[in-house]
């Protein structure tokens, strides 16, 4: 019986070490420095910078949607938030597309200023880092050069 398992293990022993090899040859591209850290920041040599980013906002209040035109650096309110973008990239042409933008949002209710988001929002994945928040939502649409005139928005219509 001792004979039979000592097999066994001898031959899944075996094949682990020729399945680590064939990892290792699909997967050559494997950093071998494991402990450096990965950085938080996209690659600047694949993305392209803009001077404004398009947001959507909602109240979830009165459950109506806005859409905002930030221009980098400037504060922009909403209800009781004031945004400010830092930085807003694309992908470029021939890559997969993605928008994402570095943001600061601190609500102002109640006369103070508490910080409620600073990082960056992927328009692909909003919820892979977003606003948490129980009055409003932001989210990143796009970004357009600080030049391009603002593109129409389309404004929904209510029926009353």
Known sequence: MRRIALAGLLTMALAGGAWAQTQEEVLPDVPQDRDAA???EPALETWQNSGRAELQTLDKINARPANIMAVLGQPVQYGTLSITVRACRTRGEGQTPETVAWMEIVDTRGGGAAPVFKGWMFA????????????YDVRVLGCQAATQAPAAVPQRRTTR
């Not at 692909?124 to 009055?135: G, V």
């Open 38 to 40: 990965p950085s938080s």
């Open 124 to 135: 692909s994945a909003p919820a892979a880092s977003m606003l948490q928040h129980p009055l």
